[in-house]
């Protein structure tokens, strides 16, 4: 949707001219968003379905078992690839909240590859006004004036994300402008 209105004309006949016009623009688009989000186990820490494209157990490591040797740096696995809740850090528990469960059939099933799909609103807006005003005081001597607004807002709501907290972000770029001009020739 873009549309505006623009008028002009002189106000004092060959003296003083005047001119004005706005545009405004608004977009808003949905788009269809495909991507993978852990698991209800995963988030719980349950990693037996962690998977790779063969359908082979991707192992978790213990990082508290980490020792250095001649040999190398051997650690433990998590017993069962489940990392116990205990171990579960507090701040990452308290994000799974903002992130999405799996809502459709993966792609891949033993990697669950693009297990989540929603439609993406964005919405976008674009206002700018202009007038400027021309006037001469005689044959030697000429002035004019211009002022010109922008304004520019979007969401960026193209994220995958179905949570506003971390799917939205308001964004507005202003200008103003303003010009004077005097002329003696």
Do not use: C
């Amino acid at each position: 949707n873009q549309y505006g209105a623009s008028f002009g004309g002189p106000v004092i006949k060959d003296r003083t001219f005047i001119f004005g016009n706005w545009e405004q623009f608004n977009y808003s688009r949905s788009t269809v968003q495909i991507n993978a989000f852990p698991t209800a186990g995963q988030r719980g820490g349950d990693f037996t379905d962690l998977l790779n494209t063969q359908g082979r157990l991707i192992p978790i490591y213990d990082p508290a078992t980490t020792q250095t040797t001649s040999g190398g740096i051997p650690r433990s696995l998590f017993p069962g690839n489940k990392i116990p809740t205990s171990r579960l850090d507090p701040v990452s528990t308290a994000i799974n909240a903002f992130y999405p469960l799996p809502n459709r059939t993966p792609t891949d099933p033993y990697t669950n590859a693009n297990n989540f799909q929603n439609l993406a609103n964005e919405a976008r807006s674009m206002r700018q006004y202009t007038i400027k005003g021309d006037h001469r005081f005689g044959e030697k001597n000429s002035m004019f004036a211009r002022y010109s607004y922008f304004l520019h807002k979007t969401d960026n709501g193209t994220s995958i994300y179905p949570n506003p907290v971390v799917s939205k972000r308001d964004d507005a770029l202003e200008n103003n402008n303003f010009v004077l001009s005097d002329t003696h020739t």
